[in-house]
């Protein structure tokens, strides 16, 4: 589905939308329409960003976005958190121009209801990630969760209700 069909979809329905982003380097949106649960990849560009966010929007809409850290682990590359500071004060500046109703989450206050046990029931990053996709996939079989989109789809069920 695209956008433009998404947003006439919406619009027609008058339905509230609830979009969720996971803002890092490799995150993405999820959003609820009339037709279901809809993902995309992190827009690269200030004015994609915007052109989604934009499209996206119907009365009443919201944005949940995750709240990052002020410090990170040594082993996170510098250039990553960069990115992810950028995405994040793009999203929500987008998103208050365009009038959504703005929502930071933590990471632990949507990931806790899955109870999948933290990152520290992990060896890894990676295999956090993972455990979070797989999470993901098994609330949405129909959907194609990706290591990219699992965050925001997540989110998204906090969002919804989720463990709330």
Not at 50 to 75: G, H, R, T, Y
């Amino acid at each position: 589905m695209s956008v433009e069909e998404i947003y006439q979809s919406t619009n027609m329905n008058k339905t509230k939308s609830i979009i969720a982003v996971d803002p890092g380097v490799g995150g993405g949106f999820a959003v609820n329409t009339p037709d279901g649960i809809v993902l995309f990849k992190m827009p690269e560009s200030l004015p994609d960003i915007c052109a989604l966010i934009n499209q996206l929007k119907v009365a009443n809409s919201e944005l949940w976005i995750e709240e990052l850290p002020n410090f990170v682990s040594p082993m996170t590359k510098s250039s990553s958190m960069a990115v992810l500071h950028r995405n994040l004060g793009r999203v929500e500046a987008a998103a208050y121009a365009y009038g959504y109703a703005l929502h930071r989450v933590a990471p632990k206050v949507w990931q806790a209801p899955l109870g999948l046990g933290g990152k520290a029931s992990c060896k890894d990053y990676s295999e956090w990630k993972r455990k979070l996709k797989a999470k993901a996939q098994e609330l949405y079989p129909h959907l194609d969760v990706t290591l990219k989109n699992c965050d925001a789809l997540l989110i998204l069920h906090y969002a919804q209700g989720g463990g709330r």
